[in-house]
């Protein structure tokens, strides 16, 4: 439900208000002693749509838009400011419709640029040329310019608009100068209007009006507002409803809830917010009161809801604590205003279809809700495995509940299930899910749209899948509110409260109700519309974000105030056994419990170390290593599945002391050398490599490389066939050196299948990586990237140095292992089989696809990506370490069949030494079994050369490192290789 339709919901049952006057037949509007002429719009589509001839308000509301209009005749900019939420932009918003003035809408973000506001370079037809951009278009077209956000620009972006709001002139990057009116008309005195053309004047009309709307910065987020901006403003403070309104609001919602529950959630929410005006240390963030009436609404369908339930769905109490103190301040408030939990029994009960297409009816308990419906059909709906719990089916109910009202984001930890419950709400109420990968870096652009290039080289843009839902009706899932930058996410709150949205192309949406009063008031077609650039947003398309509930404070005032929250909540031992035990039917059910309870324990340590390393064995992953103690009981280690989950092997010393004691005292013990079993897997890959039929083209891309077989990397690449079968993505992770790309290449030539390489580097982008572009006879042309090839043709993408490209393009990585659906920047669609065709664009992911991915271990001195955090849960984890000392000596001979056996003990003792040193983070650098190698093969050929001089091949890295140099200079000393000797 938009902001919009609220307020004229709720306005109905309140007293003592003010009406103002609108009188179309003189063309004036009045308020008071307040007369303004009403403006005759020329494009009545860039006006807002107003719901009501005559709108009643509350007091505060008549005020705010009585000064609106005095400041409008004053022909002064104004600045609206105020605490989070919708109040400013719908106190706009009906001010337009109004005074029935144009607008132009510029949503700021941390990325908003000149480029944005001024003018913007594009190329139409192998020229480039100049487009004018919002402020540009208000100016000379005499319209509301409406800038959003202020607080979250950069410094120095919005000053460019210093001289426009003083003196109305603008020097334009085409040329053009933008002048003032009255200056303009004076000239026309003397010059004609082609004349002032060629010397590129524009008249700025005196009709351009400038309304801000920004936060008060340090109160909440953002940056403070430049002085000689801010000097350029006339300020007005538009504070959220009062209580009393506030709670009549809420009752004429909500009749069905007892009226002293309703007052209780209503006086919370002002008290807590008090607390912060006063000055309180209080660390928490603002209750959202703007989504009071929407939690009423929600509140109204399902009466029974404990008061705790709809305080939750406003301000989710278990995800705002950051501290133990916070806790204790909200019971405090709760126990004050009897905010209980009383436990209710939820489901979605049946689930009616009506005669129209777009709503189903939906029986929870003993209440009908009238909802959304997707409308797909059920054969191109995935139909993956979704367990059923009672606190499953009282989530789906809590959300089909905020689904019946409007937008709503999903909480809960990592691989917690989040997705899969998505999945299932989507498929029981027939709907398509676009999933956008959000990231840290993501700039708020690509949200809405983004910029291609067409083969003949012109610009355009184009839409984002979060537009493209929204035009079609669809949900769009925002997965990863948490590790986008909050000012990205605010861009589209004009969306979520209002369902309006500018796109970057000029273009708009508009709610589909909006839209038809639109069109029926300029009686035109919805194509026509579309050629004007407005677009409909049915009222089926919903907007579902999920966060981390266990990432750090995140959830701020500006968040909190876009959407109504549900929490999935972490499992106990017993439900998550019930969802195993379901999920993998042959697991060992005391193996499970005991691993499930090992976790629980880790997430109730006090250590924040131990509680990371809880949070990497997430659900999806105790799931995966109970499938292949399943699959493989006699020859699979617990405790070694474990600790390959949690990347164990890297843990800093402390916790990982910690850990491998907690792994011991719960029973699971590490296995021996000994005690490692060697299925006859290998033969098993030789057989089915032989049985595999490669075309010629195919078997050149089989890997044939030197291999010297160890037991340590036999191991691996046993563990490695184990995933394979399971059909899983693999993640190689090791220091440098180890032989990560060795290994898969042997593991790719034994089992006989074709590969695909990509190298990731600092500069690969979205677009390389699924597509190449080149240019021929001048034509920009597309290649399919080697990804692009292996998920058609059924190859293993081996992606080496995954951990070094931006963390954004290794995102976008996720959805196509998670759900299999991928983007291309081309247009095409990657997509599994069954789901809906895209438009003769698609490409369907062949059943023998597979994913190696290959990167160096986390943390210093490597200076990778997270690629762990954002991808480890999805992928099969294989730690690749140095073999053992005569694993390695034992190969180093192979490479030096000449070199004398004591100078290979000495360099493998030492370099062991060395290790321990790096592992204990006294030395920085790790000593692989590369640099080993090749101090081999230079003795091997060069016998004569002294090996202290061999050796310092690889550390004089080291020489200008006192420290450094002083601790392997006393290592080799005891190994008799002086490394203070003559060069």
């Known amino acids: 439900m938009s902001t919009l339709a609220r307020i004229r919901l709720l306005t109905r049952g309140l007293n003592s208000l003010h009406r103002y006057q609108s009188t179309d037949s003189n063309g004036f509007i009045k308020i008071g002693d307040v007369k303004v002429p009403k403006k005759s719009a020329k494009n009545q589509h860039l006006v807002p749509v107003k719901n009501v001839a005559n709108i009643n308000s509350n007091p505060q509301f008549v005020s705010h838009l009585k000064w609106l209009l005095q400041k409008d005749l004053l022909k002064q900019d104004v600045f609206l400011i105020g605490s989070p939420g919708s109040v400013r932009s719908e106190l706009v918003l009906q ?29 139409r037809s192998g020229s480039a040329l100049y487009t004018d951009l919002c402020a540009v278009r208000a100016a000379l077209q005499g319209r509301v310019l409406v800038i959003d956000g202020v607080e979250k620009a950069e410094r120095n972006v919005l000053p460019i ?43 700025v009309s005196p009709d351009f009006h400038v309304i801000a709307m920004g936060l008060p910065v340090p109160t909440y987020k953002g940056h403070s507002l430049d002085p000689p901006l801010r000097s350029r403003f ?15 609001i809420c009752r004429a919602l909500a009749p069905r809830v007892s009226t002293d529950k309703l007052s209780n959630l209503v006086a919370i929410g002002y008290a807590m917010n008090s607390q912060r005006t006063e000055g309180s240390a209080l660390g928490l963030p603002n209750f959202p009161l703007d989504n009071l009436p929407i939690v009423a609404s929600i509140w109204n369908e399902a009466p029974w809801m404990s008061s705790a339930n709809a305080f939750d769905l406003a301000y989710p109490t278990a995800v705002v604590k950051s501290a133990d103190s916070d806790k204790q301040v909200l019971d405090e408030f709760k126990e004050k205003f009897d905010i209980k939990d009383e436990t209710t029994k939820l489901k979605i009960d049946e689930i009616v279809k009506l005669d129209n297409p777009s709503i189903v009816k939906v029986k929870i308990n003993d209440a009908e809700v009238t909802v959304p419906f997707g409308g797909a059909h059920e054969s191109i709906l995935q139909k993956e495995a979704f367990v059923s719990t009672e606190e499953l089916e009282r989530l789906l109910a809590e959300m089909a509940l905020s689904h019946s009202k409007g937008d709503f984001c999903l909480l809960g930890a990592r691989g917690s299930g989040k997705t899969k419950v998505i999945d299932e709400f989507a498929k029981r109420f027939e709907y398509h899910t676009n999933t956008v990968i959000l990231y840290q870096d993501m700039n708020s652009r690509e949200l809405v749209q983004q910029r291609r290039m067409l083969p003949n080289g012109d610009t355009i843009w184009e839409d984002s ?21 909050w000012s990205s996410v605010e861009m589209i709150a004009s969306l979520i409260h209002h369902r309006q949205l500018q796109l970057p192309d000029g273009s708009k949406l508009i709610g589909e109700q909006q839209f038809n009063k639109l069109k029926e008031a300029l009686k035109a077609s919805e194509e026509e519309l579309n050629e004007k650039g407005v677009h409909k947003i049915p009222d089926t398309f919903r907007l579902i974000a999920t966060g981390d509930d266990n990432a750090k404070k995140w959830l701020n005032d500006q968040i909190l105030s876009l959407f109504v929250f549900h929490h999935l909540k972490p499992f106990s031992v017993a439900q998550q056994l019930e969802i195993v035990t379901q999920l993998v039917p042959n697991a060992d059910n005391k193996v499970a419990n005991r691993l499930l309870s090992f976790v629980q324990k880790l997430w109730n340590s006090t250590d924040a170390g131990m509680q990371g390393v809880a949070a990497s064995l997430s659900l999806r992953k105790i799931i995966n290593i109970l499938e292949r103690h399943a699959l493989f009981q006699g020859e699979e280690c617990i405790h070694d599945a474990i600790s390959r989950a949690a990347l164990g092997r890297f843990l ?32 098993k890959l030789i057989d089915i490599g ?61 089992i006989n299948r074709p590969r695909q390489y990509m190298q990731l580097h ?58 299999g659906v991928l983007y291309l920047s081309d247009g095409r669609r990657i997509q599994p089989k069954g789901m809906e065709s895209f438009g003769g664009h698609e490409i369907l992911i062949h059943p023998d696809f597979r994913v190696i991915m290959l990167a160096n271990r986390p943390g210093f001195p490597f200076l990778g990506n997270d690629l762990f955090g954002v991808l480890g849960d999805l992928l099969s984890v294989h730690i690749v370490d140095n073999p053992s000392r005569a694993e390695e000596c034992s190969m180093l001979k192979k490479y030096g069949p000449d070199v004398p056996e004591e100078k290979l003990n000495k360099l493998v003792s030492a370099f062991d030494e060395l290790r321990l040193l790096a592992d204990s983070s006294q030395l920085s650098y790790p000593y692989s079994t590369r640099e080993l190698v090749n101090i081999v093969k230079h003795v091997q050929m060069f016998p004569d050369d002294p090996l202290v001089n061999v050796v310092k091949n690889v550390f004089d890295f080291d020489t200008f490192s006192a420290d450094a140099m002083e601790q392997i200079g006393v290592i080799f000393q005891k190994h008799g290789i002086p490394l203070g000797g003559p060069l």
């Open 161 to 203: 608009l210093n001289n426009l709001l003083e003196n109305r002139e603008m020097q334009l990057d085409d040329g053009r100068f933008l002048m003032p009116a009255e200056k303009y008309d004076k000239l026309l005195n003397t010059h004609q209007t082609e004349e002032l053309k060629k010397m590129k004047l524009e008249r």
């Open 95 to 123: 001010y337009l419709a109004l005074c029935n003035r144009e607008y132009e809408y510029l949503s700021v973000t941390r990325d908003t640029t000149e480029a944005d506001i001024k003018q913007r370079r594009e190329i």
């Open 652 to 683: 800093p010393s402390v916790t990982k002391t910690a850990f491998e004691s907690a792994l011991v005292v719960e029973g699971f013990l590490e296995s021996s050398a000994d005690q490692k079993t060697m299925s006859n897997w290998k033969q």
């Open 690 to 750: 032989a049985a595999t039929e490669n075309s010629a083209e195919m078997q050149t891309m089989v890997p044939d490389i030197l291999f010297y077989d160890n037991k340590q990397h036999l191991h691996v690449m046993d563990d490695m066939a184990k995933d394979f079968q399971l059909g899983h993505h693999l993640l190689l992770i090791g220091n440098q050196g180890v032989g990560k790309n060795k290994i898969t290449d042997r593991f790719l030539q034994l």
């Open 465 to 485: 899948q979060l537009v493209e839902s929204a035009k079609k009706g669809h949900i769009c899932v925002l997965d990863g509110i948490e590790r986008v930058h």
């Open 762 to 819: 600092r500069d690969t982008t979205v677009q390389s990586l699924t597509v190449q572009s080149t240019v021929e006879n001048g034509i920009l042309k597309y290649d399919d990237s080697p990804l692009v090839r292996a998920v058609r043709e059924g190859l293993v993408l081996v992606i080496d140095e995954a951990d070094k490209a931006p963390l954004h393009v290794i995102a976008v990585l996720k959805s196509l292992l998670d759900s």
């Open 234 to 248: 006339q300020c007005h403070h538009v504070p959220s409803l009062n209580f009393d309104t506030m709670l009549k």
